[in-house]
C-alpha cells in the first residue's frame, strides 16, 4: 500500500506535481501548518511543502514552523524546475485575450511577456485557482502548470512564458524520521549563538565545519522572534548525521550554541 501523502494543495499546483513523484495517494490541504498537523496526528505517512525558490528566496513559514512548533524530520527532498505556461480556453487565440490571472508570484515571474500582451492583470492565491476562473471563459487566460490546465480544460497557448528559465522551487518531504544513509547525503540543521556570546561567536562555529574539510551548501539567518538583534541560523551541510564525523562534528556544535536542532538528514537531489 501507498504511503499516504498530504500536500499545500490545492490540485494542479506545482506541490501538488512535487507530492505526485511520490505517491499516487494524496491528501490536499490549504496550509502549511496544516500539512505538517496532519503527519504529527498520523493522518498521513508524510507531507510535501515549499521550503526554497531559487528567485524568490526560503518560505520563511516553512523554516519557523519547523524550528519553534512542529518536530518533524526532513526524509527528502523534490526540486521541481517552473515552467509557466499561458492557459486557455480550447479555440482562444492570442488576440482574444483582455485578462490574465494567477498566483503574484507567478505573475511577477512572467512579466516581460505579459507586458508585450498589454492585458489586465489579477491575482489569485494560486495558480490552480486562476485556472478554475479562466474556464469558460474566451477573453481569460491563467498563468499556470500543464497539471492545472489539464484539470479544468485549458490548453496551453505559449509554453515557458517565465523570463527566467532557472527558475526551481525546493520541496521538502516531512516524515516522523529522516533518511538513512546512503553515502551521498546531506543534513540540515538550526542554532542560535548564547546573548552573551563573545565576537566571533558564529565564525567559531563555522570553523569546527572548515576544521574538518566539511562543505555548507547553504547558510542563512532568521529572525529568532525574542527580540531585535536575536537571530537562528539555518546550514546545510554535506554528510549524514549518522556518520562517524558529522555526529561529532554536531555533537562540538551543540556545545557551543544555546539552542540546537536536527531538522533531519537525507539524500542529495
Given at each position: ?17 512535487a ?13 502549511i ?16 511543502v515549499?521550503?526554497?525558490?531559487s ?25 521541481i ?55 469558460g ?92 538583534g ?40
Amino acid at each position: 500500500m501507498q504511503n499516504k501523502v498530504s500536500f499545500l494543495g490545492p490540485n494542479g499546483t506545482f506541490t501538488h506535481e512535487a507530492a505526485s513523484s511520490i505517491s499516487e495517494n494524496l491528501i490536499s490541504y490549504c496550509s502549511i501548518q496544516s500539512v505538517m498537523e496532519s503527519v504529527v496526528n498520523g493522518e498521513c505517512d508524510k507531507g510535501v511543502v515549499p521550503i526554497e525558490n531559487s528567485i524568490e528566496g526560503s518560505v520563511t513559514l516553512t523554516l519557523d514552523l519547523l524550528v519553534h512548533k512542529f518536530n518533524l524530520m526532513i526524509e527528502n527532498e523534490i526540486i521541481i524546475p517552473i515552467n509557466h505556461n499561458l492557459l486557455v480556453n480550447p479555440g482562444t487565440q492570442i488576440e482574444d485575450i483582455s485578462d490574465v490571472y494567477s498566483h503574484s508570484q507567478a505573475l511577477a515571474q512572467c512579466q516581460p511577456f505579459l507586458e508585450k500582451l498589454n492585458v489586465k492583470k489579477h491575482f489569485t492565491l494560486s495558480t490552480a485557482a486562476a485556472a478554475k476562473k479562466v474556464e469558460g471563459h474566451k477573453n481569460y487566460a491563467a498563468i499556470g502548470t500543464l497539471t492545472s490546465g489539464k484539470l479544468y480544460n485549458l490548453k496551453p497557448l505559449v509554453s515557458n512564458v517565465q523570463d527566467n528559465d532557472t527558475n526551481q522551487t525546493r520541496f521538502i518531504i516531512l516524515s516522523k524520521k529522516d533518511h538513512i544513509p546512503t553515502g551521498h547525503d546531506k543534513t540540515s540543521i538550526v542554532f542560535s549563538l548564547y546573548d552573551d556570546a563573545s565576537s566571533g561567536a558564529l565564525y567559531k562555529v563555522l570553523k569546527i565545519f572548515s576544521n574538518k574539510n566539511i562543505n555548507l551548501s547553504k547558510i542563512e539567518s532568521r529572525p529568532s522572534k525574542e527580540g531585535l538583534g536575536s537571530y537562528i541560523f539555518f546550514i546545510d551541510l554535506e554528510g549524514h548525521r549518522k556518520d562517524k564525523n558529522i555526529f561529532d562534528i554536531l555533537n562540538e556544535v551543540k556545545e557551543k550554541t544555546s539552542f540546537f536542532k536536527i531538522l533531519g538528514s537525507y539524500p542529495i537531489y
